[in-house]
């Protein structure tokens, strides 16, 4: 008898290293049918470059996912603020909602928000000294985005860190439970949190949003839905961003020393950096409105698709040598933000978070170190991001 197919992104050894898995995948044919969890179900996956920067633009690839599962039963319970944001819609819902989004993060408005994001960083850092230990996920890379997206929402401080607990939570591969829980924990709150902007006279970021969604022609729902991508989204790839630069950067100290010597390359190297360890390893759902052809391989209606930026951003026919850390290598063409009408509307504004960031760690202490083995640091269980649980430091 014939052992059934494993899905090859739930093996524990895929989220320590993802990239051997991809590699094989990918040598065997860049687009492929896999078992998806452990219901004999599945989907095409996509690690090529190319075929991944195909895909990302093929409308008959629909991420309306209300209109996939409509006729297939589910015990799952999402808030509707979380399954049904732009992430989950297409044209011309998708237009509306994307036209909104991206006024919030104009290179004007990130430009502005700098002041801020630099304000945010010293605050956190202000107490780290030489000699000691800090861990940079729960220090600076997780508070930094979340701190950012709050100011932008108009979230209260006393909130934040509870807030920024359910977005982690939402994440949770091993749990879907405890991710439909977080699910209204984050829709409930939000809804308050709109509703009492909207009835109290005065001004303030959140104000300014919602103005920016009653001149979009966004409803309540909408506007609400909005807010939760921009937390959610905002937040945990932004964190995982960070965890993983200052990681390549400690694994390759020639490039951290660069950086070091000229802190001014740091906004140049931000793309090799997300090539290199991408905080989007797997995008979210599409799936095949009618038959199609993408690489050469047939993929029928009604599938499942998944476009793997994590592997397209190592595939060697689009970066040569792409295991290796080049600060010098024209990696614009990375897919960590995606490709296309879904791409990040967020991405200038995460770049500014990663460039302070990573401007502070390399001009104050410029002789960080690993405080552990890099062997010995564990990953984020969830195929849809990769980030470190913790990144331990000795700060010099």
Known sequence: MTAPQQDPLRDPRFFADPYPTYDRLREGCPVRRVPTGSGGHHAYLITGHPEAREAFTDPRLSKDTARFFADRPSNRDLHPAISRNMLASDPPAHTRHRRVATRLFTTGRVRELRPFITRVVDDLTTAWRPDTGIELV????????????????????????????????????????????????????????????????????????????????????????????????????????????????????????????????????????????????????????????????????????????????RDPAAFPDPHRLDLDRDAGGHLSFGHGIHRCPGAPLARAEAEIALRTLVTRFPDTRLAIPAES????????????TTLPLTLA
Request: aromatic share 4%; net charge negative; charged share 25%.
């Open 138 to 313: 729960a220090d600076l890379a997780v508070p930094l985005p979340v701190t950012v997206v709050c100011e932008l929402l108009g979230v209260p401080e006393s909130d934040r860190a509870t807030l920024a607990g359910w977005s982690h939570d939402l994440f949770d591969a091993t749990d879907t439970a405890l991710v439909d829980t977080a699910s209204h924990r984050i829709g409930d709150y939000l809804t308050h949190l709109v509703d009492t902007a909207r009835a109290t006279p005065g001004d303030g970021p959140l104000r300014s949003l919602l103005r920016d969604c009653d001149e979009g022609g966004l409803d309540r729902d909408e506007t609400v839905s909005l807010a939760a991508l921009l937390l959610v989204a905002g937040h945990e790839t932004t964190a995982h961003f960070i965890g993983n630069a200052v990681l390549a950067l400690l694994r390759h100290p020639e490039a951290f020393d660069r950086l070091r010597r000229d802190p001014d390359l740091i906004p140049s190297a931000l793309d090799e950096l997300l090539r290199f360890d991408s905080p989007v390893s797997v995008a979210t759902f599409r799936h095949s409105t009618e038959d199609l052809s993408i690489g050469g391989i047939d993929i029928p209606a009604g599938f499942p698709v998944l476009i793997a930026p994590g592997a397209a951003n």
């Open 377 to 388: 640091l564990t990953w984020r269980r969830t195929r849809l991001t990769r980030g470190l």
